[in-house]
């Protein structure tokens, strides 16, 4: 099966401009994820869709990020406007259920540089 | 809030053994994963301990004590492509039970 699928990936983007990340997870994976790595700090947790509903967004920085999986497929991040601290590794992961034994797919990530 | 812990870089020699350590502490447990992230690319999944005791699979074997919220993955046979980034991620349960909380990560670099 073909894997999680992320674009771009690479972006780099002047302070105030918009971004908007992409997500292909699995197909048939009702559970998709957003995380975000910053330099020199873990992975760190920013939202969960089921479906097409936002289950838990408790990680989401501020109101600048705005996420959407419309149909329940793919997903976008959108950045909006762009802060410096915003640089850094965007993953997207999916699971099959809430609870898979064999835990997440993930993608390779957009590097997003904010300049 | 959720602690996890684990050295930041490892060095060791082809051929050899390497335990990668990881202290957890978190509200709440529902189960503890090892990545294996090499640079640029997607963390793949390693082992899944839930229980307490060593799962062995291949090469790698992870160990769960959940009294102590401590964790290692066992390497053995070490081989030039072992080199990467071990990510140790515990998933909580409760509000956020699907999420994961990782640590820093520690990168393994094998020498001839």
């Known amino acids: 099966e073909a894997g999680v699928t992320q674009f771009p990936s690479h972006s780099v983007i002047e302070k105030g401009q918009t971004v908007t990340l992409r997500c292909d997870p699995i197909?048939?994976?009702?559970?998709l994820y957003w995380y975000r790595r910053v330099m020199g700090k873990e992975i760190k947790f920013l939202l969960h869709f089921v479906k097409e509903s936002k289950q838990d967004e408790s990680g989401m920085p501020n109101n600048r990020f705005l996420a959407e999986r419309t149909g329940g497929t793919y997903s976008t991040l959108k950045v909006q406007p762009a802060e410096l601290e915003d640089s850094g590794v965007y993953f997207c992961a999916s699971s099959r259920g809430g609870a898979d034994f064999y835990g997440y797919t993930f993608g390779s990530g957009t590097r997003l540089t904010v300049v | 809030g959720q602690n996890i812990d684990q050295p930041t870089e490892m060095t060791a020699t082809e051929g050899a053994i390497v335990q990668i350590n990881c202290t957890y502490q978190t509200s709440g447990f529902n189960g503890l994963f090892w990545y294996q992230q090499h640079a640029g690319e997607a963390p793949t999944f390693l082992s899944y301990n839930v229980l307490d005791g060593l799962e062995e699979k291949g090469r790698f074997s992870s160990f769960l004590s959940r009294s102590k919220g401590y964790s290692y993955l066992l390497l053995k046979e070490l081989q030039m492509k072992d080199s990467a980034s071990y990510l140790c991620?515990?998933?909580?349960?409760?509000?956020?039970?699907?999420?994961?909380?990782f640590g820093t990560g520690t990168r393994l670099t094998v020498i001839p």
């Open positions: 991620a515990v998933r909580a349960d409760g509000k956020g039970a699907n999420n994961l909380f």
């Open positions: 197909s048939g994976h009702d559970n």
